[in-house]
């Protein structure tokens, strides 16, 4: 983005910036409550508030109800969620390069691209909007700690804040990341993920070998491996680089774990007041260097003739005939441009999958009985299909918001964008799901058919969950990058409806065993070796799951068909 300065000293946040928050933030009221006034959405935000209501009424339990943790735990917990909060954007940000130092939503060009607003004024803006999103995250969060912390106002005051201070390291890593070269940032991306996956196999190793997590049949496996990961991040923190890493956060985490209102705790509070504003200069210094870097790459580039040799290289490419794509009715046509980022993007897709892989064989090193284990393994990567899997595939809508009156006007039939875009995903979770169940059962052996008649009974629940994802999408429009409470709000409903879509499910699940158990010997009854109850519950698992894949498709074909770019895409 470029702007145009006076040359004269500027405040940080122009007062008409300030304006422009105040009519965002009514915009963003209006468009909440149109929600009610329109019908196609009016069951859809009665679902969220009833959703709302079930987290609210959580945490009001949880306040009332639940002991004050530990307070040398309590500490811990919160130094090291803040570590961690930190230390993922920057793998995130090795992984996926952002496309933008400080990314801007199209409605945002427009207002303030081409207004005479100085770099500082409109960082400044961006300042603004991080102030009020940490402020009312910081409000909630503090209320969700209070049978733990002393005092709710320094507590507040310093989780606002590290959360201020965590999206200003989130800035200063995207405007690096995407500042430095190519060749520089493939040293980062190799050595990011190699202290990551090595951080990562050792932690494994030493819970598996050293803790005896074989021996250790209490808990699941899963909970122990997390108990004895932050053990081990705990005893991290006493080494050199352990507190190398968290020293920024010291401060932050004084001040919310403060016993008392006297002594240094208003120390630490001027610390990371202090800290907060050096950030701010850091973030400002950091756009400034690499805004002129890329400004001198782009110089040497048409200095060198490095521009024409590539403009004749993209000449050649669009000479070349293009590979003929099967239509399938346009499915496949429309498919074909996530592949395409499959392809550019295979590598930041398998990093991304392979956390998950490894958490879903987990059972394999504490589960001996083929069969159980299977079962156990098959649970873990319907839990990620529900949870992880859609966030880590985004390639359907939700990636294609500012495509989609282009997608309206394909001259194809909604059916068939639905499909082309749903592909991809379901395909790519299906063969991850796939690999992971052939790897177990090469290691423990179990019936060719139990195997097979899984596989394909994940592929309507991968249809299903992605359906889903995007039928709330296409009723309820986000952008990827966007910032603030309302997606921290709307993550929260979301996590919360599958979680509660997800107890469901296995709720129906362990009444349908009993069902078919009770109807095999029935039949059985009636004829010794008729038919077995786990062929009964396999076919009403399969049936049940495509019946509500296909009837969750079509709904998400109708909210295409009616979606209305020039209303339903936010600014």
């Not at 409109?122 to 991080?130: D, E, Q, T």
């Not at 430095?180 to 190793?205: C, E, F, N, P, Q």
């Not at 997390?226 to 004084?254: D, K, S, Y």
């Amino acid at each position: 983005m470029t702007s145009i300065s006076s040359g004269k000293p500027t405040a940080l946040v122009h007062p008409a910036l300030l304006q422009l928050l105040k009519f965002q933030a009514r915009a963003r009221l209006s468009r909440l409550f149109s929600g009610f006034g329109t019908p196609r959405r009016f069951v859809l935000s009665c679902v969220g508030l009833f959703l709302a209501a079930i987290w609210l009424g959580n945490v009001a339990v949880s306040i009332v109800m639940r002991e004050a943790t530990d307070p040398s735990r309590f500490r811990d917990l919160v130094a090291l969620g803040f570590v961690a909060y930190a230390l993922w954007h920057v793998v995130r940000n090795a992984v996926w390069r952002p496309e933008a130092g400080v990314h801007w939503t199209s409605a945002e060009l427009e207002f303030v691209g081409g207004a005479p607003l100085s770099q500082r004024e409109l960082l400044g803006y961006r300042f603004a909007s991080i102030v009020t999103a940490a402020t009312l995250k910081a409000f909630l969060i503090s209320l969700l700690m209070l049978p733990d912390v002393h005092f709710w106002p320094i507590a507040f005051v310093g989780m606002m804040l590290a959360l201020m201070m965590l999206d200003l390291i989130r800035m200063s890593v995207e405007i690096t990341f995407h500042g430095v070269s190519a060749r520089k940032y493939g040293w980062i991306w190799a050595s990011v993920l190699t202290l990551a996956g090595g951080a990562l196999i050792s932690s494994l190793v030493s819970t598996v070998s050293v803790t005896g997590l074989m021996a250790n049949r209490a808990a699941p496996v899963a909970v122990t491996l997390l108990t004895h990961c932050f053990q081990a991040a705990v005893a991290l923190r006493e080494t050199l680089p352990g507190r190398i890493v968290e020293a920024p956060f010291h401060p932050f985490v004084a001040v919310v774990t403060a016993k008392s209102m006297l002594g240094s705790v208003w120390i630490w509070l001027g610390v990371a007041a202090a800290m907060v504003c050096g950030m701010v200069g850091v973030v400002l210094w950091l756009k400034r260097i690499f805004d002129q870097s890329i400004l001198d790459a782009e110089r040497r580039s048409w200095k060198t003739g490095d521009a024409n040799e590539d403009s004749s290289r993209v000449a050649r490419e669009v000479r070349q005939p293009l590979p003929r794509i099967p239509r399938c009715g346009g499915v496949f046509t429309v498919a074909w441009r996530q592949v395409i980022t499959v392809r550019n993007h295979w590598a930041s897709l398998t990093v991304a999958v392979a956390p998950l892989a490894i958490l879903s064989i987990l059972p394999l090193a504490d589960i001996d009985e083929p069969l159980k284990c299977f079962i156990n393994v098959v649970g873990g990567l319907v839990f990620f299909a529900f949870i992880m899997l859609p966030s880590v595939f985004k390639l359907d809508f939700r990636r294609d918001l500012d495509h989609m009156l282009l997608l309206k006007m394909l001259p194809l039939s909604a059916s068939s964008v639905v499909i082309g875009q749903l592909l991809v995903p379901v395909a790519l979770a299906t063969i991850f799901q796939i690999t992971v169940l052939v790897g177990t059962a090469l290691y423990m052996p179990i019936p060719v058919m139990t195997l097979v008649g899984t596989c394909l009974t994940l592929l309507p629940i991968n249809m299903l969950v992605f359906a889903l994802d995007n039928l709330i999408f296409v009723l309820y429009p986000y952008r990827a990058q966007q910032e603030g409470l309302e997606v921290f709000i709307r993550a929260v409903l979301i996590l919360t409806g599958k979680g509660l879509l997800f107890a469901g499910a296995l709720i129906f699940v362990i009444t349908w065993s009993s069902m078919a158990q009770w109807t095999g010997a029935r039949l059985n009854g009636l004829g010794p070796g008729l038919v077995a109850w786990q062929t009964i519950f396999a076919a009403g698992i399969f049936a049940i799951c495509l019946v509500s894949s296909v009837v969750t498709t079509r709904l998400l074909v109708h909210a295409f068909r009616r979606f209305d770019p020039g209303q339903d895409v936010p600014a």
